[in-house]
């Protein structure tokens, strides 16, 4: 799996992901606000991108849906099941335990991850390269907030039921900072949980 992470250098501090086949260059696009710079990066490195997902609904995440899909064709947007009329050309629903294919080698695996929205999903990759794209579940300095749709227990649920269970091997791609490991960026269940 080839992960390209973009810093936007926008007024959001956010990066952009592109994860692509090894074998085939067809890419995933994960909440490309920045579609220009994502679509860029994918032809610098010789990938094509083929679907697009968003973690969640907010536009800071689905902003670039349109214009990535204009300019490299991507003919699949998905997201969560419930954001099916929040995001406007999402094609394509998700629900837990869906698995995404890019390619011929990649599968990531659908969270269902409700908290920081009702409607949000993270990405699991297992194999070679075991990895988690947490959207805004998890931020550089902690828990991803509530106050945009949000709901507390049900992000503590998260953390304490999926996100608390993965392997601490994983590297961690978070939408507001650079991919940690997933022990460090978990670190603080162990405070909540005494």
């Not at 579609?35 to 991108?49: F, L, P, S, T, V």
């Not at 973690?55 to 099941?81: C, F, P, Q, V, Y």
Request: hydrophobic content about 35%.
């Amino acid at each position: 799996m080839l992960v390209e992470q973009i810093w936007t250098g926008n007024e959001w501090r956010n990066f952009n992901y592109l994860i692509a086949c090894p074998e085939t260059g067809e890419a995933l696009a994960v909440d490309p606000l920045e579609h220009q710079m994502c679509y860029d990066a994918a032809k610098n490195r010789g990938w094509e991108i083929t679907n697009i997902v968003n973690t969640h609904e907010h536009g800071d995440h689905t902003g670039g849906n349109i214009g990535l899909k204009e300019l490299s064709g991507a003919k699949i947007i998905m997201a969560h099941e419930a954001a099916k009329n929040k995001i406007p050309a999402m094609n394509k629903s998700l629900k837990a335990g869906d698995i995404i294919k890019i390619g011929k080698s990649i599968e990531l695996e659908v969270l269902d991850t409700p908290g920081h929205t009702m409607a949000h999903v993270c990405l699991l990759s297992r194999g070679d390269t075991s990895a988690l794209f947490s959207g805004d579940t998890l931020f550089n300095a902690g828990a991803g907030n509530c106050h945009n749709g949000g709901h507390p227990e049900k992000l503590y649920e998260t953390f304490i039921n999926q996100l608390n269970k993965i392997n601490s091997n994983y590297k961690v791609f978070i939408r507001w900072s650079k991919g940690q490991d997933i022990e460090a960026a978990c670190g603080q269940l162990a405070t909540l949980n005494e």
